[in-house]
C-alpha cells in the first residue's frame, strides 16, 4: 500500500489509483482500484479460503462488539478510535485456538481462551495503571455474577495523575458477561451459545472524590442479577475504571480525555 508523503491531498480515484484515509492513521493512502467481483469472492472455488476468512472474520467482529456493547454506557468516554479493531482481533486469535469445527466454521470459544481478555486497555492514550496507582484487590463471589472492587485507602495527589483543572474523580467497576460464540448453519452467521446469560451487565460508581483530600477504603460492588447460576460457557469479563470532573459551583463537569478503563480480570 502506497503513502502519499507530499503536499497534495485529495481522497477519491484518478485512473487506475485510488486515494483515500485509514481511521485512526495520519496521513493518505493510495491503492490500485479493480479486483475481483462480489459473485466471484462468493462463488469461485479459487476464492475458498477467502470466505472462509470471511466468515471467520465477521463472527470474531461480532463477539468484539459484545464487549463494548456490555460496556456501552461508560465506553463513551473511556475508548479510543482504535478500540473496535483491538478487541475484533483478539476474538480472532480466541477463534484460531478452535481445534473442534472446520477452517472457516471455528467456534469463538472465550471461556477457554480468557488470557486473551485480562488486561485488555479501552483507551490506548490513557493507561489505567497510570492513572490510578492505589492498591485494589478484585473479591468474586461463589456467584460468579458478583464482585466486589476493593480499592485501599490512598492519597490521590500520591497515587492519581489526573489531568489539569480537574478536581474531582470517580471510581468505576463493572461486570459483563460474554458467552462462547459457535456458527449457526440455519442462520448463517455466529450466534451467541448462551443468548439469555449474553451482555447482562451491572456497573457502579463512587461517590464524586476530591483530588486533595485523602481518601478511604473504597469498596464497589457489582451484580448481573442472574437468578441461575452464569454456566462454564460463559466469560465474567471484569472492569475498573477512573473519570475525571472539574467542579464548578455544585456541578461537576465530565472530562472527555485523560479518563481510563481496562479489563482487571476475566474468569
Not at 503513502?3 to 484515509?21: A, E, L, M, N, S
Not at 460496556?71 to 485456538?97: C, H, P, Y
Not at 472492569?239 to 463537569?253: D, L
Request: charged share 20%; glycine share 8%; with cysteine.
Amino acid at each position: 500500500m502506497a503513502r502519499q508523503k507530499g503536499h497534495v491531498k485529495y481522497v477519491g480515484t484518478i485512473g487506475d489509483i485510488r486515494h483515500f484515509k485509514i481511521k485512526g492513521q495520519t496521513g493518505y493512502f493510495a491503492g490500485l482500484t479493480g479486483g475481483p467481483t462480489g459473485e466471484q469472492v462468493a462463488t469461485a472455488p479459487a476464492f475458498e479460503r477467502t470466505r472462509e476468512n470471511m466468515n471467520e472474520f465477521g463472527g470474531s467482529a461480532k463477539a468484539g462488539r459484545a464487549v463494548r456493547s456490555v460496556f456501552s454506557s461508560v465506553l463513551g468516554k473511556m475508548s479510543d478510535s482504535q478500540l473496535t479493531g483491538r478487541l475484533t482481533a483478539i476474538m480472532k486469535k480466541i477463534n484460531l485456538e478452535d481445534q473442534s469445527e472446520p477452517r472457516g466454521y471455528r467456534a469463538i470459544l472465550i471461556s477457554q481462551q480468557r488470557k486473551y481478555l485480562a488486561g485488555v486497555t479501552f483507551n490506548k492514550n490513557a493507561n489505567f495503571d497510570s492513572c490510578m496507582k492505589a492498591g485494589a484487590d478484585l473479591v468474586k463471589n461463589v456467584k460468579r455474577g458478583i464482585a466486589d472492587y476493593s480499592v485501599a485507602a490512598f492519597k490521590p495527589l500520591d497515587d492519581i495523575n489526573a489531568p489539569a483543572g480537574s478536581t474531582h474523580f470517580r471510581l468505576i467497576f463493572g461486570l459483563g458477561v460474554l458467552s462462547d460464540f459457535a456458527y449457526n448453519a440455519t442462520s448463517d452467521t455466529y450466534e451467541a451459545i448462551k443468548p439469555d446469560f449474553h451482555e447482562l451487565s451491572a456497573v457502579t460508581y463512587s461517590d464524586y472524590l476530591a483530588l486533595n483530600a485523602p481518601i478511604p477504603e473504597t469498596v464497589l460492588n457489582a451484580d448481573v442479577d442472574t437468578e441461575d447460576p452464569v454456566p462454564d460457557d460463559c466469560t465474567i469479563v471484569a472492569v475498573a475504571g477512573i473519570e475525571f470532573f472539574q467542579m464548578v459551583g455544585e456541578n461537576y463537569y465530565a472530562f472527555a480525555s485523560g479518563n481510563a478503563m481496562k479489563v482487571v480480570d476475566a474468569y
